[in-house]
């Protein structure tokens, strides 16, 4: 399996949509992606979202940071923060994904007990947990850094997304 590309074929298989033909995004450079770029990090975790509980916040801050009016430093916190963790975000979640299919499939055969199927949901559910984690780990960024204007700023924004615009305090 290639681990570099952001999203597995499998997942397309598994969503119902077509392979993607774009290519892989530099998750691990420093350097600033474009709007587009953004757009298609965003659109590609979209699809990894029922894996995880937390909504993903770094796309659409990173699309809307002159909005927001992120200083440098938090610019630069953000950048690193992506530079350590995505990669190892995605292929937990590209392993979860895998795994549920094992699981289904395990499920369907009348010699596996329930003990082995029982071993694969914990081994889910520890990935599960990994993802979260790492998750935790840009909000704990995000709300440690951000000021009350760029929270308000950030709400302005986010009221706008339909992915998480229903997770907003009326």
């Known amino acids: 399996m290639n681990r570099s590309?952001?999203?597995?074929a499998l997942c397309?298989?598994?969503s119902g949509a077509s392979a993607d033909s774009r290519p892989p995004l530099d998750l691990g450079s420093d350097s600033d992606f474009s709007r587009q770029q953004w757009?298609?990090?965003e659109?590609?975790?979209q699809l990894l979202n029922s894996i995880s509980y937390l909504p993903s916040l770094l796309p659409?801050?990173?699309?809307?940071?002159?909005?927001?009016?992120?200083?440098?430093?938090?610019?630069?916190?953000?950048?690193n923060w992506r530079r350590d963790n995505y990669q190892k975000m995605v292929d937990a979640m590209n392993t979860i994904i895998e795994k549920r299919i094992e699981l289904g499939q395990a499920a369907m055969k009348p010699k596996v007990d329930q003990q082995q199927l029982l071993a694969l949901q914990d081994e889910i559910f520890k990935l599960q947990r990994e993802v979260f984690l790492i998750r935790l780990s840009c909000r704990e960024l995000v709300t440690?850094?951000?000021?009350?204007?760029q929270w308000s700023n950030f709400a302005f924004i986010a009221a706008e997304d339909p992915q998480i615009a229903g997770l907003l305090d009326q």
């Open 5 to 8: 590309m952001p999203i597995i």
């Open 144 to 149: 440690g850094s951000f000021t009350q204007e």
């Open 39 to 41: 757009d298609l990090v």
């Open 43 to 45: 659109e590609r975790m």
């Open 12 to 14: 397309w298989t598994v």
């Open 60 to 79: 659409i801050i990173m699309k809307n940071r002159d909005s927001l009016e992120l200083t440098g430093a938090q610019i630069k916190a953000l950048h």
